[in-house]
T-cell receptor, first 116, second 112 residues
Framework: AQKVTQTQTSISVMEKTTVTMDCVYETQDSSYFLFWYKQTASGEIVFLIRQDSYKKENATVGHYSLNFQKPKSSIGLIITATQIEDSAVYFCAMREGHYGNEKITFGAGTKLTIKP | EAAVTQSPRNKVAVTGGKVTLSCNQTNNHNNMYWYRQDTGHGLRLIHYSYGAGSTEKGDIPDGYKASRPSQENFSLILELATPSQTSVYFC???????????FGKGTRLTVV
């Protein structure tokens, strides 16, 4: 069964607008960590932002922020003031398991296109 | 900046042949991971390791073996390669808990 689900295959928005990408997850662990990564056109995969499950405050880094809704097992990524270079594939990921021996499961990804 | 190096970057293999993909990290990370990326599936976990000598099965381990002979090196082995294993393979490493992982640049494997 899919443990991390991204239902949006692709999104296209105008430059300088705000976009939200959805992600839902399944876990039995009481403590876990959620991440968003970006894969550029060159294939490089880089970390963007993280949410610890025990933190109520939504994480924010630069123009990236998260909408963490724990009761819904949901972790949305919000990008404000989008730029052309934000065009990429975005992956949601969940890290779970015992400390030091953890699996990291990724979603299928959402392709974001920023139009000028 | 964490460095994860994969080799080779491109590989063409014949069906039934043995393929070894190598990954090296110089950041003293305990955890290392192998993923494959296919259109529509995102990144799927094949094997992972939490230290030298350890390997764990991920979500799609069938047809793959892994080896972690040292802290720095983590290999993915296809004993009998099949065309269905044609894919892009990514290695990643990271410290435990809430830290992010760092990815290599990927290996494009084509099995003909």
């Amino acid at each position: 069964a899919q443990k991390v689900t991204q239902t949006q295959t692709s999104i296209s928005v105008m430059e300088k607008t705000t976009v939200t990408m959805d992600c839902v997850y399944e876990t039995q662990d009481s403590s876990y960590f959620l991440f968003w990564y970006k894969q550029t056109a060159s294939g490089e995969i880089v970390f963007l932002i993280r949410q610890d499950s025990y933190k109520k405050e939504n994480a924010t880094v630069g123009h990236y922020s998260l909408n963490f809704q724990k009761p819904k097992s949901s972790i949305g990524l919000i990008i404000t003031a989008t730029q052309i270079e934000d065009s990429a594939v975005y992956f949601c990921a969940m890290r779970e398991g015992h400390y030091g021996n953890e699996k990291i499961t990724f979603g299928a990804g959402t392709k974001l296109t920023i139009k000028p | 900046e964490a460095a994860v190096t994969q080799s080779p970057r491109n590989k063409v293999a014949v069906t039934g042949g043995k393929v070894t993909l190598s990954c090296n990290q110089t950041n003293n990370h305990n955890n290392m991971y192998w993923y494959r990326q296919d259109t529509g599936h995102g990144l799927r976990l094949i094997h992972y390791s939490y230290g030298a000598g350890s390997t764990e099965k991920g979500d799609i381990p069938d047809g793959y073996k892994a080896s972690r002979p040292s802290q720095e090196n983590f290999s993915l082995i296809l004993e009998l390669a099949t065309p269905s294993q044609t894919s892009v393979y990514f290695c990643a490493s990271g410290a435990p808990a809430n830290t992010e992982v760092f990815f290599g640049k990927g290996t494009r494997l084509t099995v003909v």
